[in-house]
């Protein structure tokens, strides 16, 4: 069996194989779970950057794909490199017009995070505010990462962890909140 996909994933695909990895996948570091993601996605994420599933955005699992290909593809295919925050604005847009069309309630709770990150990823203060709206009505550990965010971008004006990996110089106190273990993504 070949690890490349025989054609592009469908919006539905993408969907199914990230909810079948489920949370204990979804965010810890795995080579094996990357390279898997890596094997289905890569093409689709291409072609998602380029604007070419915008039609995917019309509806809820088509919205929940493009999500999950423009924000936590790159950062599973992309760990501590620039691209991998290359296409956070486009995730943003698409999350704000879904979560306004209310698509964020018409799949399954525990996907439902997913219509929010684009906010949390954000170094705007009215995306973090946002964040920690909608995050208000999922579970307590959510809604305390969407604080620390907030948090951090009201401190900082930016995330500090970043700072290396965007060619930034960092402030004395950004420094110093990564010395002393502070949020490093």
Aim: aromatic share 10%; hydrophobic share 45%.
């Amino acid at each position: 069996m070949t690890s490349q996909p025989l054609s592009t994933p469908t919006a539905r695909e993408v969907v199914d194989f990230w909810r079948d990895a489920g949370p204990a996948r979804w965010f810890a570091k795995s080579d094996d779970f990357d390279a898997a993601f890596i094997a289905l996605c890569a093409d689709a994420h291409q072609a998602a950057a380029r604007c070419e599933r915008d039609a995917w955005a019309n509806d809820a699992e088509g919205a929940l794909a493009l999500l999950i290909l423009l924000d936590q593809f790159p950062r599973n295919a992309w760990r501590h490199n620039p691209h991998m925050l290359a296409t956070d604005g486009q995730a943003l847009v698409i999350a704000k017009r879904a979560v306004a069309a209310g698509f964020d309630r018409q799949v399954d709770a525990a996907l439902r995070p997913f219509f929010y990150l684009p906010f949390m990823h954000s170094e705007l203060p009215a995306d973090q505010e946002r964040s920690v709206e909608l995050n208000a009505a999922l579970d307590a550990n959510t809604q305390r990462f969407a604080r620390l965010h907030q948090d951090i971008v009201l401190r900082f004006g930016r995330f500090p962890h970043r700072n290396r990996l965007l060619g930034r110089a960092s402030t004395a106190q950004e420094q110093a909140f990564l010395d002393s273990g502070g949020f490093a993504g």
